[in-house]
């Protein structure tokens, strides 16, 4: 992580009065020296097309044919939203240097913040935008692409503001873990470039849809709601097992009396249902996961589905305890004895901006973020010292 002096003040008083001034007349909509997003055209959908593999070998899926590409349609993308991780000042100088770069470089390019971050830096960024209180709508009308600066919660964050299609998102590591963010901030110059110019690669990440009835079958909100990892009915405060129903395409699979079921994405393979003892899925594999959490049983072990699958977890009408729906993490309020969830695959999946080499990211990622088959030999890492590259023989 970048310390704070490689992230210098980029403005002065001056600048930002004379910055102040030129934008005064440059735009229309303007309340209280504030810019806000409602003068900005309605966005152009980009083009994302499959890649092709060079590959000889057509007989076989190659993982390229499995990524797709960027095309602005001839031209630059007109708005881009910035998300960052909260209390962090590495993370503010970075937002900074990123949006003084950005205006610099592209000054047709709108940069857009979330309105309490808009709060925190519009008077020395005085040519951020604005979503107006209460236009949540205006993210799915007008961002072209999202910038995440932060860890792997600031990244499932960005899902919850589109409710349909999420424009491609470039995720900087600057969190904890950053399992899912396979770009450094010192980099971001490149990788903007590369998105901006469209020659970005992006992985498509899946999503479910998860929809929560009442138990005569009546749909308790409208429509479903997207989520990146998971989906998971859970005992929470109450002190007693709960007893979940499990369905699989209507057809009862099993019964659990336990803490919980994870219904999961391949993303969300390496959060809640990892710790839950769930498989790690590799994001090109279209699937969806079942983990209980602590059954009161040796046997239910994990699944993996088809991606095409729609899983009904519902809670026992003789549950002693009721539960409580997740999404993300996120408490989506209690389940009565009776009440169901159902979780299906999303029309709409997350295009992330990702490596060009997929499959030596993915590899690298998961021996050094999750240490992946790391033993407890000492003082060598592996306990074969061929498997070491690094390692010579005395």
């Known amino acids: 992580m970048l310390g704070p002096r490689l992230w210098p003040r980029v403005f002065c008083t001056t600048a930002n009065a004379r910055l102040a001034r030129q934008f005064t007349t440059s735009r229309s909509i303007r309340t209280s020296g504030i810019l806000t997003t409602l003068d900005i055209p309605t966005k152009a959908a980009p083009i994302i097309t499959r890649r092709l593999s060079q590959a000889d070998d057509h007989s076989v899926d190659h993982e390229a044919d499995q990524q797709f590409s960027l095309n ?29 770069w950005l205006h610099t470089e592209y000054p047709q390019i709108n940069i857009v913040l979330e309105p309490p971050v808009f709060d925190q830096f519009h008077s020395t960024l005085p040519f ?37 299609q999420v424009p491609p998102i470039i995720p900087f590591s600057m969190g904890t873990l950053g399992f899912l963010l396979p770009f450094n901030v010192r980099d971001f110059q490149l990788q903007m470039r590369r998105v901006i110019e469209g020659s970005a690669t992006l992985l498509p990440r899946m999503r479910l849809m998860y ?13 479903g709601v997207n989520v990146t990892n998971e989906a998971c009915i859970h005992r929470g405060t109450y002190p007693h097992l709960t007893t979940i129903s499990c369905f699989l395409n209507n057809h009862l699979l099993t019964t659990s009396v336990g803490d919980g079921i994870i219904v999961g994405t391949p993303t969300g393979s390496t959060a809640y249902s990892l710790s839950a003892g769930g498989p790690i899925v590799h994001p090109l594999v279209s699937s969806m996961i079942v983990s209980p959490v602590c059954p009161r049983s040796l046997s239910f072990r994990p699944l993996i589905l088809p991606s095409s699958s729609v899983v009904k977890l519902q809670v026992h009408k003789k549950s002693r305890g009721r539960a409580t729906a997740y999404m993300d993490g996120r408490d989506c309020g209690e389940l009565l004895q009776g009440e169901y969830i159902e979780v299906r695959k999303s029309p709409y999946p997350l295009m992330c901006v990702n490596r060009s080499d997929l499959a030596a990211g993915w590899a690298l990622d998961i021996n050094q973020l999750l240490q992946f088959n790391r033993t407890f030999s000492y003082p060598h890492d592996t306990p074969f010292s061929d498997d070491d590259p690094n390692s010579r023989e005395e």
């Open 128 to 164: 951020v935008h604005k979503i107006p209180n209460g236009m949540h709508t205006e993210y799915s009308r007008i961002i072209d692409f999202v910038v995440t600066l932060g860890g792997d919660g600031t990244f499932l964050h960005v899902s919850s503001l589109f409710e349909k």
């Open 211 to 223: 929809s929560r009835f009442k138990a005569d079958g009546t749909l308790d909100k409208s429509g």
């Open 72 to 100: 602005w349609r001839g031209a630059t993308p007109q708005t881009v939203l910035i998300i960052k991780k909260a209390n962090d000042t590495n993370v503010d100088s970075a937002l900074a240097r990123i949006s003084q």
